[in-house]
């Protein structure tokens, strides 16, 4: 169908006459009434009939044109959208993102927007995904970083989704603990073991327990932590074994990771909300995410890429989602 004649019949419902939509477009009564003759043809379904000397909409024609309207509606919102794509992304954006993905996606993607667009800020909040996605439905942040496996608070039509990457659930342990040097594992070969554990109820936590009672054993937590800091810290001193994303595990910390025997990963997107007002902004923020390679590097990265500890990836803050 096409949008011009969904207008043309749209304007007949609201203006009542072929003659007065004719002058609303600037074209003469034959024209529009061939115009809405062919939307017939193409739609397959009558949608005028005469009346006297007057047309008038079938009960067919009728819906198409107020369908019409919210179609066209949605499309001039799409084209807006597009069009702030290519204008200068300037003020403020406010990005919330877990733990893992703050300084693996998050803080790469706006120090290189930074030496690109210097009139754009981006304000970083650690938000866990039960946090992250009521304060973007209620504004409170312009962009989330999240994962689709969150079950408790799903995603839905109200966000659109901009898929980012996809992390593996992997066992981390000492060095020279035996596992060291095996490939995948079996969590029911380490039900015997100390474990750490993320809080209660948190995304990571509920994760780790469901893996562990799948494999057949209630896991003996030894302690809990809050960040993934102190959890990788705890392996490394040889006192636990934990289950983290890979993207938690840093360089700085001696410890093996080794991946499951049935693979775990979650699925780690950015949302906006559909719908906000288009904002070059937000959408530069969002290519920078997706491709941050595209950026060029500021002048000091390649010195920090090289200081000793530069590989860690793992943010020595509050951790609530895995």
């Known amino acids: ?12 419902d609201t203006l009542g006459t072929v003659r007065a939509v004719a002058q609303a477009a600037n074209l003469s009564p034959s024209s529009v009434s061939q115009q809405l003759a062919v939307l017939e043809t193409e739609t397959r379904t009558q949608l005028l009939e005469r009346s006297g000397r007057r047309v008038r909409l079938t009960s067919a024609g009728l819906i198409l044109a107020r369908r019409a309207r919210a179609i066209l509606d949605h499309m001039d919102s799409v084209e807006a959208e597009l069009r702030g794509f290519g204008e ?20 790469p993607a706006v120090t290189r927007l930074a030496a690109v667009h210097p009139h754009l800020d981006v304000e970083l909040l650690q938000l866990e995904p039960h946090e992250s996605l009521p304060a973007l439905r209620g504004g409170d942040v312009d962009i989330i970083i999240t994962t689709t496996d969150f079950d408790e608070l799903p995603l839905g039509p109200d966000l659109d989704l901009v898929p980012l990457a996809t992390d593996p659930v992997v066992l981390v342990v000492p060095p020279e603990h035996p596992v060291a040097t095996r490939g995948v594992v079996d969590l029911a070969a ?8 993320d809080i209660p109820q948190s995304y990571m936590a509920n994760l780790a327990q469901r893996l562990c009672r799948q494999a057949g054993f209630e896991p003996r937590v030894v302690c809990r932590f809050s960040n993934y800091m102190m959890a990788l810290q705890h392996v490394e001193a040889g006192l636990s074994i934990t289950l983290l994303p890979g993207l938690a595990v840093g360089d700085r910390y ?6 499951l025997a049935t693979p775990i990963t ?6 906006i909300r559909r719908g906000a007002p288009a904002r070059a902004a937000v959408h530069v923020v969002l290519d920078a995410l997706r491709h941050p390679s595209d950026l060029p590097l500021p002048p000091s990265d390649k010195i920090t890429r090289d200081q000793p500890g ?10 609530e989602d895995g």
């Open 310 to 319: 530069s590989g860690d990836r793992t943010a020595p803050a509050r951790d």
């Open 88 to 107: 200068e992304p300037v003020g403020l954006v406010r990005l919330g993102a877990f733990q893992s993905a703050i300084h693996t996606m998050a803080v």
């Open 266 to 271: 979650r699925s780690i997107t950015a949302a």
């Open 190 to 197: 380490y039900a015997d073991e100390p474990w750490s554990f």
């Open 1 to 12: 169908m096409n949008p011009w004649r969904l207008r043309l019949l749209s304007q007949l």
């Open 254 to 259: 001696r410890v093996t990771t080794r991946e």
